[in-house]
Each structure stands twice: as structure tokens, then as C-alpha cells.
């Protein structure tokens, strides 16, 4: 992953439900919106999901299968930038 780089775009905060899932998969996971931005987004996982790389994430704000980049991860939570 890289180093983290000042935000393009502002975000703004939600609390909103969205499946998570990795390409090629049929399991997809339950995940919390908490910020998002024309460009992303930060999400709440479930603890033991780790995802890396590209995933595609689905919710009402967001749209069905938006292919995204993580980009940063911590014990909770995860960015990913929107392709």
C-alpha cells in the first residue's frame, strides 16, 4: 500500500450498510459507510475481513459493484479510492 497523501476531496460523514466483496468471489460482507467522497471512502469492517487490493463494494450511496482500490487499512477500518 502507499504512504497516505493529503485528501483531492472532502468528505463527508454517513453511517450507511454496504457488501463488500472480493472480484471473483460470491461471498460478500457486510461493511459500515462512515465517510465518503467522490473519489471514496472509509468503511467499518467485521473484524477477521482483511481485504487488499482491488474490491468491489455495493450500497445506495455508492451503486452495485463499484470496482475500488484499498488503499489504507487499520484494525477496524479501511479507505479505498474509487477506480
Known sequence: MQALQPRREER????QAA???LPGAAQAWS????EISPGGAR???PRG????????IT???IGTD????????????IGIAFE
Open 43 to 45: 468503511l467499518r469492517l
Open 59 to 61: 450500497a445506495l450511496a
Open 66 to 77: 463499484r470496482p475500488a482500490q484499498v488503499v489504507w487499512r487499520n484494525e477496524t477500518s
Open 31 to 34: 461493511c459500515m459507510i462512515r
Open 49 to 56: 475481513f482483511e481485504p487488499d487490493g482491488r474490491v468491489l
Open 12 to 15: 463527508s460523514h454517513l453511517v
Open 19 to 21: 457488501k463488500l466483496r
